[in-house]
T-cell receptor, first 113, second 116 residues
Framework: GENVEQHPSTLSVQEGDSAVIKCTYS??????FPWYKQELGKRPQLIID?????GEKKDQRIAVTLNKTAKHFSLHITETQPEDSAVYFC????????????FGKGTSLLVTP | DTGVSQNPRHKITKRGQNVTFRCDPI?????LYWYRQTLGQGPEFLTY????????KSRLLSDRFSAERPKGSFSTLEIQRTEQGDSAMYLC??????????????FGEGSWLTVV
């Protein structure tokens, strides 16, 4: 089955700096890659996603890049703010062979003022 | 539309008791998922419904776990003879087939289970 690895497990940045979180996946059939933000005790909330027919997608301060050949994708947050502090999860899904999202173990991001 | 709704939000039960969680998906979403999340881990897939049909089950879903979605709307997840290892947050999620965003999956707030 699909195995998603996520790094780093914790990340601390100064407000205004950029943060990058990287994920790798094992199943070459995976073609949908969402990123979720989860605050303590809250639901995972989708912040951005990308499909395998696209190499990069951007939404304001958040961007995701995908390298299908290398089977890795990354989340980039620019101009970080304290409210960006949360746990971020990457996930992968093979849309043509089932609809289970396989999650990474998460990255705890702390943005200090 | 208030999003995916789950209840109860918190449940403390004694080992060996049965518990049931309910999930109401986003209106008109035909796909419904159950995930389990423990502290410091990402959500783990348990099972998935398309309308009332349960199409996929994870090996994590032991015989003590059963999920239903009888009318293709709300779903229940029952855990029989609970064990301490069942303590976790049970997340429900839903999505809409054919949605322009594809398989965007929306999560509920989760139901926290503590088995003592």
């Amino acid at each position: 089955g699909e195995n998603v690895e996520q790094h780093p497990s914790t990340l601390s940045v100064q407000e205004g700096d950029s943060a990058v979180i990287k994920c790798t996946y094992s199943d070459s059939a995976s073609n949908y890659f969402p990123w979720y933000k989860q605050e303590l005790g809250k639901r995972p909330q989708l912040i951005i996603d990308i499909r395998s027919n696209v190499g990069e997608k951007k939404d304001q301060r958040i961007a995701v890049t995908l390298n299908k050949t290398a089977k890795h994708f990354s989340l980039h947050i620019t101009e970080t703010q304290p409210e960006d502090s949360a746990v971020y999860f990457c996930a992968a899904m093979a849309e043509n062979s089932g609809y289970a999202l396989n999650f990474g173990k998460g990255t705890s991001l702390l943005v200090t003022p | 539309d208030t999003g995916v709704s789950q209840n109860p939000r918190h449940k403390i039960t004694k080992r060996g008791q049965n518990v049931t969680f309910r999930c109401d998906p986003i209106s008109e979403h035909n796909r419904l998922y159950w995930y389990r999340q423990t502290l410091g881990q990402g959500p783990e897939f348990l099972t998935y419904f398309q309308n009332e049909a349960q199409l996929e089950k994870s090996r994590l879903l032991s015989d003590r776990f059963s999920a239903e979605r009888p009318k293709g709307s709300f779903s229940t997840l029952e855990i029989q003879r609970t064990e301490q290892g069942d303590s976790a947050m049970y997340l429900c999620a839903s999505s809409l087939t054919g949605d322009a965003s594809g398989n965007t999956i929306y999560f509920g707030e989760g139901s926290w289970l503590t088995v003592v």
